[in-house]
């Protein structure tokens, strides 16, 4: 029995907890939202799936700091700008042999794991799952998805292919990739402008796509995406990046969906991943000598719409 | 009696017209608002003057095509982006000796104006006087002001300081400039920084101004205002222009105002003047081997939002 910990259990982490524990591994749930934790513990995780009565499922959860014990597995799931306290907070559960699974969205993160443990234990990947957290102990599962993973370290690849099959005996359909940096970029690049443009825009993707701003904005970001990605021996070509993203304004597509981090910003008022997107474009750009002052702009301009909606 | 025509007779427009008028020349105001125009002639101009009984004041008002009879003075105070249709219409109105002055915000008007007119005849300049259109017909005024002119052509001094004592004696407190250029860029800079911002993010200048990321944003905008109006032999020194624009946030400054194009944008969702101001810039800048990444992007920011909240 693999013993899993959940290090970020918000909407994707309980989904993957929930479905890693129906598949018989042995399951905890961490998260620094007290109520959260509380209301799985006295009422079981309620999962609502389209169709069916809603679950209530009995799955161990606690507060990161909580808990000791020494994990076989370490699924990341936090916020971009909570990885690090997250990190901090779980060192007591990270043994020599503890394999840390990074599944966030953005940049950087590979960087910032190396900082608490061996690049052997270290995997990271990108999903296509989704999942909605409908309130404390609440989450909403909908469609499909998929895993991409890849070992961090090149003598790894033996216990990449051993996670990539737990995930698949939980139907998280999980496969090994050979470029996963080129995945992340990729998927990131995504995030970078629609997300971005969305939450700075205050629309959804059908919405700007129908603008006829929309290529040149992209374009923008892009090819700033792209010079940097090159930096890094990813090839994320400009052509073939925005074919991948301009179908996504078909509203039969995602077209009429708010990205998260326009329900973060403009619904929420809360802190945006946007330092792990186009904010890390501008860093490492700027490190780098590459010029990236589209996405240096988008980065200020966004974080100057937090200080206006965040209240201190 | 000269013979004055307002081209473009909104809240600005209409207080340049009453005030000159009632210092005894002739004036006519040309709106293509037919509202505002009939409202005009049907009960007259009303004038809210804080602390006043509002006056009613009878005074010639027509829709620009309806006027055909030769001006000494038209003085023009259209938005931006309708200046080059109101000169084609008042073609007619414009005789040999016809001095045609431009007191619009923004920058490039000199140029469009000399399509229409010879340099000897077009006279520049900034006004600070403000007004209020608080429906057809009505302005509301208050506060004091000043106008700043200069000719075009340096033949055209004489008639400059002519201008002046027109205006001066009807109470607008012109002054002859001898470097008037500046002070278009100066202002336009202070309305691509703040307008542009504050209609952007959607907040008023203190807001913007109690944002950390304020001063990186003013300073990226005002580095290539500084840059492209230098090709134009202009001064427009960044320190300095910075040190003029952060006292703006003072709330007891002009702070707690939202900026013209944020009530044009977010508030009645009309076009913005973006193309005269940062638009400007980007576009002069590309021409002559600039870099404006920043007011480029800023500039397609603010069309695309256009592109949104507009309705077709």
Not at 4 to 13: D, T
Not at 56 to 77: G, H, N, R, S
Not at 177 to 206: E, H, P, Q, Y
Not at 264 to 279: A, V
Request: with cysteine.
């Amino acid at each position: 029995m693999t013993k899993i910990a959940i290090a970020g259990s918000g909407a994707m982490g309980s989904r993957f907890g929930y479905m890693l524990q129906a598949a018989g591994n042995s399951v905890v749930l961490l998260d620094n939202w007290a109520a959260h934790v509380q209301a799985i513990n006295t009422n079981g995780l309620t999962v609502n799936i389209a169709g069916q009565a809603p679950l209530q499922v009995q799955i161990p959860a606690a507060l990161p700091t909580d808990i000791k014990e020494i994990q076989d597995v370490i699924i990341l799931f936090t916020k971009s700008m909570q990885l690090t306290n997250m990190l901090q907070t779980i060192q007591p559960l990270i043994g020599p042999k503890t394999k840390v699974v990074c599944l966030l969205n953005g940049l950087g993160h590979p960087e910032t794991i190396e900082r608490y443990l061996p690049k052997t234990n270290i995997f990271v990947g990108i999903t296509l799952w989704t999942a909605g957290l409908t309130g404390p102990g609440e989450i909403t599962l909908s469609g499909s998805g998929s895993v991409e993973l890849q070992n961090v370290a090149p003598d790894s690849q033996n216990a990449a292919k051993a996670l990539v099959e737990l995930l698949s005996a939980a139907g998280l359909k999980a496969h090994y990739s050979t470029d996963v940096l080129f995945s992340i970029w990729r998927k990131a690049c995504v995030n970078g402008t629609l997300n971005s443009l969305c939450a700075l825009l205050d629309c959804n993707i059908a919405q700007l796509g129908q603008t006829s701003q929309a290529t040149t904005l992209l374009t923008a970001i892009v090819d700033e995406f792209s010079a940097v990605a090159a930096t890094e021996g990813v090839d994320l070509q400009p052509a073939e990046m925005l074919a991948h993203i301009m179908p996504l304004f078909n509203p039969e597509e995602a077209g009429d969906h708010y990205p998260s981090m326009h329900q973060d910003l403009i619904q929420h008022h809360r802190p945006t991943e946007i330092d792990y997107l186009n904010g890390y474009v501008a860093r490492k750009g700027t490190e780098r000598g590459i010029a990236t002052p589209v996405n240096q702009l988008i980065t200020e301009l966004v974080h100057t719409k937090e200080a206006l909606l965040i209240e201190k």
